[in-house]
């Protein structure tokens, strides 16, 4: 209150607006070079680049935020003694494929687990802008993106996965992640088309 009796009567009502005003955020998860066209990369993953453009396009519409989260590996990391070295920081694998409609405005988040919150701006990002809903999509679906859904509801954010703009490297290892997503967090499961009726 000491900070808003410093306010003029609209600034008032403008810092209110924002108070009651939630966001949501369309989050894509490792569309980089590595897990497309890369080492990693499979023909599933090419199959859902132009289903997120589709999806980018609403979300653009419907005033979302839009986040790009990103394997970007330094030496040492957990992740390569699993994997071997992959999707190092500053490489091309590491790199946004360039089908995607990324725009300058839009937001990378560089991370280096399979999950897009930990050690990462992405929970603050999110908390400035007033989030509560996130969308995900990218891949793999049982990996990096069933972490970062996990982290999301740690930490009390509505989630979503669509399923038709998520992939991994096989059918099977999808159904698990989608599944489990929406059994033990409660993710909602939905369709692109699905997208724009929601409120």
């Given at each position: 209150?000491?900070?808003?009796?410093?306010?003029?009567?609209?600034?008032k009502v403008k810092f209110i607006v924002?108070?009651?005003?939630?966001?949501?955020?369309?989050?894509?998860?490792?569309?980089?070079?590595?897990?497309?066209?890369?080492?990693?990369?499979?023909?599933?993953?090419?199959?859902?680049?132009?289903?997120?453009?589709?999806?980018?396009?609403?979300?653009?519409?419907?005033?979302?935020?839009?986040?790009?989260?990103?394997?970007?590996?330094?030496?040492?990391?957990?992740?390569?003694?699993?994997?071997?070295?992959?999707?190092?920081?500053?490489?091309?694998?590491?790199?946004?494929?360039?089908?995607?409609?990324?725009?300058?405005?839009?937001?990378?988040i560089k991370k280096n687990t399979y999950d897009?919150?930990?050690?990462?701006?992405?929970?603050?990002?999110?908390?400035?802008?007033?989030?509560?809903?996130?969308?995900?999509?990218?891949?793999?679906?049982?990996?990096?993106?069933?972490?970062?859904?996990?982290?999301?509801?740690?930490?009390?954010?509505?989630?979503?996965?669509?399923?038709?703009?998520?992939?991994?490297?096989?059918?099977?290892?999808?159904?698990?992640?989608?599944?489990?997503?929406?059994?033990?967090?409660?993710?909602?499961?939905?369709?692109?088309?699905?997208?724009?009726?929601?409120?």
């Amino acid at each position: 209150m000491v900070i808003l009796n410093n306010f003029q009567k609209n600034d008032k009502v403008k810092f209110i607006v924002i108070l009651l005003f939630h966001m949501d955020a369309l989050i894509i998860v490792d569309m980089i070079h590595e897990f497309v066209d890369g080492k990693f990369g499979s023909k599933r993953a090419k199959s859902i680049v132009e289903k997120i453009n589709e999806v980018i396009k609403i979300s653009r519409e419907k005033n979302f935020l839009i986040i790009f989260a990103k394997d970007s590996h330094r030496e040492n990391d957990p992740e390569l003694s699993v994997w071997g070295p992959h999707a190092m920081d500053g490489s091309f694998a590491s790199e946004i494929v360039s089908e995607l409609d990324k725009r300058e405005n839009d937001i990378v988040i560089k991370k280096n687990t399979y999950d897009s919150f930990f050690n990462t701006d992405l929970h603050k990002i999110l908390q400035e802008n007033n989030v509560k809903r996130l969308f995900f999509t990218g891949v793999s679906t049982d990996i990096c993106v069933l972490h970062s859904v996990a982290h999301a509801f740690f930490l009390g954010y509505e989630t979503y996965v669509i399923e038709d703009c998520t992939e991994s490297i096989n059918e099977r290892n999808k159904e698990f992640g989608l599944k489990y997503m929406k059994n033990i967090y409660g993710t909602k499961i939905i369709k692109m088309k699905e997208l724009g009726e929601i409120k």
